[in-house]
């Protein structure tokens, strides 16, 4: 059986997500099983781009129109700068050929990484099925994770 | 080095050189040689822990004027 490795990606931002991408993608072309487990502000990386993102009661709707999500609204964790540090690291990633998040996603799922949402931050955050990407196959709780970290030689947690 | 194939990574960072070359080694009989050319130094590194990882074998990887070229033996 081949060996496993799982990520759990609780952060939202694009640094955060380079680097769980990169291991989740560097992890299946090694043969790796990799599971990646989506919580918390995780959930953002993965939302849908367009139409309505969430629903549910006033503070949920709130929520979802401030921090709307997906792979191409992702902020920096540190020098965003209202935005403009941002946008300098996107066109350096261009200008050196290294994928967008985007990208890194449907990569990711060419090579069979197994993506979840947790359906406990679903459910704080309003958010349904249909709010996600299609590479996006499963909707689990801590359970399913931890049962794919117990076989894991690699656990990791952004 | 006479390789089967030739899989240019040039101008690519990781993962990129890494994830091309799972891909592209599927292509390639078994005991066949493939050529990955690449400017990202931690292929020096990268490949051979790949071939290790996967059970291919590295032949080497060459260094030429900030160039690298690693021939990859496939057997799994």
Do not use: H
């Amino acid at each position: 059986m081949a060996e496993s490795m799982t990520i759990v990606v609780f952060s939202g931002e694009l640094d955060r997500a380079l680097a769980a991408f990169t291991l989740a993608t560097t992890g299946a072309a090694m043969g790796m099983e990799v599971t990646m487990f989506f919580t918390f502000w995780g959930l953002d990386i993965i939302k849908k781009e367009r139409g309505k993102v969430g629903r549910g009661n006033a503070a949920q709707v709130m929520m979802n129109k401030i921090n709307r999500g997906g792979a191409n609204r992702l902020k920096l964790s540190r020098m965003n700068m209202l935005g403009m540090g941002t946008r300098m690291i996107r066109a350096l990633m261009r200008k050196y050929n290294m994928e967008q998040i985007a990208d890194m996603i449907k990569t990711a799922a060419g090579l069979n990484v197994k993506m979840i949402a947790c359906t406990t931050s679903m459910a704080l955050m309003g958010l349904g099925e249909g709010d996600f990407i299609p590479e996006v196959q499963e909707f689990a709780g801590a359970a399913t994770y931890l049962a794919a970290a117990s076989e894991g030689k690699v656990n990791l947690f952004v | 080095m006479e390789a089967d194939a030739v899989l240019d990574c040039l101008g690519l960072y990781c993962p990129m050189p890494i994830v091309k070359t799972a891909q592209k080694i599927k292509e390639l009989e078994r005991g066949q040689v493939l050529e990955v050319l690449s400017d990202d130094r931690g292929i020096k590194s990268d490949m051979p822990a790949w071939c290790t990882k996967t059970g291919n074998e590295c032949l080497g990887v060459e260094e030429s004027e900030g160039e690298f070229r690693a021939y990859i033996r496939r057997l799994s």
